[in-house]
């Protein structure tokens, strides 16, 4: 009995996968194909040594988490905006969090 466990043990593993190369590469196309969209946004109609607040939320309630420079360019975002106390608030990415969108451009 303690040969056969033994020898059970010393069978080697064999992994596979049930795709064929040609299903595997589809799979990782489509994975490659469905990232979230990225939008960019220089900061606008901010006077020189003031900065545009970034928010927890999309509205004046919540509270700042970061601020971009008057003369902030290129700010990624996932392209997401929401309308709450009557403005367009922009989903930035880094830094991440909300910010009014008057004071946003989109240039990407």
Same mark, same amino acid.
């Given at each position: 009995?303690?040969?056969?466990?033994?020898?059970?043990?010393?069978?080697?593993?064999?992994?596979?996968?049930?795709?064929?190369?040609?299903?595997?590469?589809?799979?990782?196309?489509?994975?490659?194909?469905?990232?979230?969209?990225?939008?960019?946004?220089?900061?606008?109609?901010?006077?020189?040594?003031?900065? *545009?607040?970034?928010?927890?939320?999309?509205? *004046?309630?919540?509270?700042?988490?970061?601020?971009?420079?008057?003369?902030?360019?290129?700010?990624?975002?996932?392209?997401?905006?929401?309308?709450?106390?009557?403005?367009?608030?922009?989903?930035?990415?880094?830094?991440?969090?909300?910010?009014?969108?008057?004071?946003?451009?989109?240039?990407?």
């Amino acid at each position: 009995m303690k040969i056969l466990k033994a020898a059970a043990l010393a069978a080697p593993l064999v992994t596979f996968s049930m795709l064929a190369p040609a299903q595997a590469d589809a799979s990782t196309a489509t994975s490659a194909a469905s990232a979230p969209p990225v939008c960019y946004y220089d900061v606008v109609h901010v006077q020189p040594g003031h900065y *545009l607040n970034v928010r927890f939320g999309p509205g *004046l309630h919540y509270r700042i988490v970061a601020r971009l420079r008057y003369n902030a360019k290129h700010v990624p975002s996932d392209c997401k905006t929401h309308r709450a106390d009557h403005r367009t608030w922009v989903h930035l990415t880094h830094p991440m969090g909300w910010s009014d969108g008057h004071y946003l451009k989109r240039v990407h």
